[in-house]
């Protein structure tokens, strides 16, 4: 069809008939044609449109043609376990990880990246992040820091919490424990005053895995302000470092403040003092005289909200006076983009002596990491530079279910004890015999007190099972989890079957058929069991970083095996699952938060039968029972029986 011109009769038809269309869309289409062909708009707007239909048919066609009739195919599932099963090379060193595509919303470098030896700092301002530990924001923050960051300490800023104010279930440290397993914790907040559960201001600290094992102390602002946490970490030869996290207040009292802003806590705290300088000016005092103290004999780390420009501003000038470094500045040699979401400047920041040896830096989208108004940043630092050396594998000891160290569990654990005990009235039992008990004991009075003591076993037994809940679910499930966490299994198996234990053959030829492992008993000597086990379980958790993203992928699957044995369309189907798992995870939340409710069944001493035309009371078990299976019988029979 010419664009120049009005197109002839011929030219039209030919255009209609390529693009397949039936009798009556090809009469309203000519009749439509026609009448523009008076207005040039009208006709090239018709033009534009005649193309883009002609093309969606094409890809259509196109698209149907290659429709997949196979859930998982072989040869997708051998490509994606190659990135996971084949990463390390016959030394265990790590070769390469799949890694999703770089936003370009990104400055620096990208997180999912992480090379051996290296520690990775983590910090962000989430301006406050519940006071519960199911809210959605603080839920899906530690998710995220402690499994898909692969952070080994993070910072928070400005949390907007009193953490004395918290239930136990709340309090910063229960809401690390769901997600990790080696964690150590630190909070600060004003403690000279009380301004309600959401006071704020205040910051908080973690550390996870086996970095974890390495801090000797932690500590908080002198003037218990909660203008900054801290942890020193203890490496070779006294090598030692110490990380802060700090929040700066602003420059001025912010409008209609209602006197609960930091800057109006620590104005307060000036002025009760007797102390001429504004809040900004004492931090920057006391944070130098805190660094200035320990630069001498320490490594320091300084992550914190500055609330100015950390490129051209005061802070980062007296930074620079005492020999601290902004490292993702100077590592990346290019201006910082805008921390804040509604700023022009970059604003946080993080500082470090000059033996640190940072090998990664980089600032994430607004959208990614930990919710909030700031955007996340993070930085590798060298091992060798934090620790002094290269950092040895530490053991845990094995987890105990009874934590005395944690209230919310040992609390439980008393009240579970308590219920066992006056439900089945041990401690009366327990009082009565103390009265008639003789010296020496007769047979009798050993055996009631063998009773008793068996039952307080199984007290304390309840107690054990049920004071803590072990929470699982926190890895998304995929074909390619399920394949790695087998072949896990399958060699913990076959180390226990080699050491004499007792281990189904069935079990064993089940899991390696799954897994693909051809023989696994054949192995010839234990080492090279106990290699390939270490190896699966290196492999497992290199892959838990990416298991969101792979959950997507097995998502993605399932809608093309449905989309090709039924009528509907790929993303239609997709569509549906996504909204679907997001009522699953809403409800998990939901259910996690309120408890059960307690069982309505009732305990039955007595039931009246009719015998004759009188009605008898019927009390002992026997007769009960009889009569309750009478009743059921008769009751089945009636809905059963047609009428």
């Not at 944070?287 to 320490?298: F, S």
């Amino acid at each position: 069809m010419s664009s120049l011109g009005a197109p002839s009769q011929h030219t039209l038809w030919s255009w209609l008939l390529e693009t397949d269309l039936d009798n009556q869309g090809m009469q309203q289409r000519m009749s439509q044609q026609l009448k523009s062909e008076t207005k040039p708009e009208n006709k090239r707007k018709q033009e534009e449109k005649s193309r883009n239909d002609h093309r969606k048919a094409k890809k259509k066609k196109k698209n149907t043609k290659n429709t997949s009739k196979i859930h998982f195919n072989e040869r997708t599932q051998k490509n994606r376990m190659h990135n996971y099963l084949h990463i390390t090379d016959n030394d265990g060193n790590i070769k390469n990880i799949q890694s999703p595509k770089k936003d370009p919303d990104y400055f620096g470098e990208s997180y999912s990246e992480k090379a051996d030896g290296n520690i990775r700092i983590w910090f962000t301002n989430p301006c406050g992040i519940g006071t519960q530990h199911d809210d959605v924001k603080s839920y899906d923050s530690i998710r995220f820091l402690s499994q898909r960051s692969r952070c080994d300490i993070f910072g928070l800023a400005e949390t907007n919490v009193h953490w004395h104010r918290l239930k136990g279930s709340s309090t910063f440290y229960s809401r690390i424990k769901r997600s990790c397993k080696n964690f150590r914790t630190v909070t600060c907040h004003n403690t000279l005053e009380d301004l309600g559960i959401s006071q704020r201001g205040g910051n908080c600290m973690a550390v996870v895995g086996q970095v974890a094992f390495r801090m000797v102390t932690s500590g908080r602002d002198g003037r218990n302000l909660g203008r900054w946490v801290w942890m020193e970490f203890s490496g070779r030869d006294s090598y030692t470092t110490r990380v802060y996290t700090a929040y700066r207040p602003g420059s001025h009292k912010p409008p209609q403040s209602k006197n609960t802003t930091i800057y109006d806590q620590q104005d307060r705290y000036i002025r009760s003092h007797n102390l001429l300088q504004t809040p900004r000016e004492l931090f920057d005092n006391d944070i130098q005289d805190e660094m200035l103290e320990q630069l001498g004999t320490k490594n320091i780390i300084l992550m914190l909200d500055v609330n100015e420009d950390v490129e051209q501003g005061k802070f980062n000038e007296m930074m620079k006076g005492i020999g601290m470094r902004n490292v993702i500045q100077s590592r990346l040699q290019k201006s910082m983009p805008a921390t804040h979401h509604r700023g022009s400047r970059p604003i946080s920041a993080i500082y470090c002596s000059r033996n640190m040896i940072v090998t990664r830096a980089g600032i994430l989208p607004i959208e990614t990491g930990v919710r909030g108004d700031h955007k996340n940043i993070f930085i590798d630092v060298q091992t060798k530079s934090f620790m002094g050396g290269k950092m040895y594998m530490v053991t845990p000891p094995p987890m105990r279910t009874l934590k005395m160290n944690d209230s919310c569990i040992y609390l439980c654990f008393i009240k579970l004890v308590k219920q066992h005990l006056t439900s089945n009235k041990l401690i009366e039992k327990a009082k009565n015999l103390f009265k008639i008990c003789t010296y020496p004991a007769e047979e009798a009075m050993i055996r009631e007190m063998e009773i008793i003591d068996e039952q307080m076993g199984r007290a304390i037994r309840h107690g054990l099972k049920k004071c803590r809940k072990i929470h699982t679910g926190t890895i998304p499930f995929s074909a390619l989890f399920n394949t790695l966490s087998r072949t896990n299994r399958l060699w913990l198996l076959v180390m226990k079957k080699k050491k004499g234990q007792r281990i189904s053959n069935t079990t064993i030829r089940r899991l390696s058929k799954q897994v693909g492992v051809v023989n696994p008993m054949q192995t010839p000597t234990m080492e090279e069991v106990i290699h390939q086990l270490r190896q699966s379980k290196k492999q497992y958790e290199m892959f838990i970083p990416h298991a969101p993203t792979e959950r997507q992928r097995f998502y993605e699957d399932l809608a093309s095996a449905n989309a090709a044995n039924s009528n509907q369309k790929k993303l239609t189907i997709l569509k549906n699952i996504m909204q679907t798992e997001s009522s699953r995870q809403q409800h998990a939340v939901i259910r996690s938060v309120f408890p059960k409710k307690a069982s309505t069944s009732k305990k039955v001493d007595r039931v009246q039968v009719l015998q004759g035309d009188t009605w008898e009371e019927i009390t002992t078990p026997t007769a009960l029972i009889a009569a309750l299976q009478k009743e059921n019988n008769e009751n089945i029979a009636a809905r059963t029986e047609p009428p």
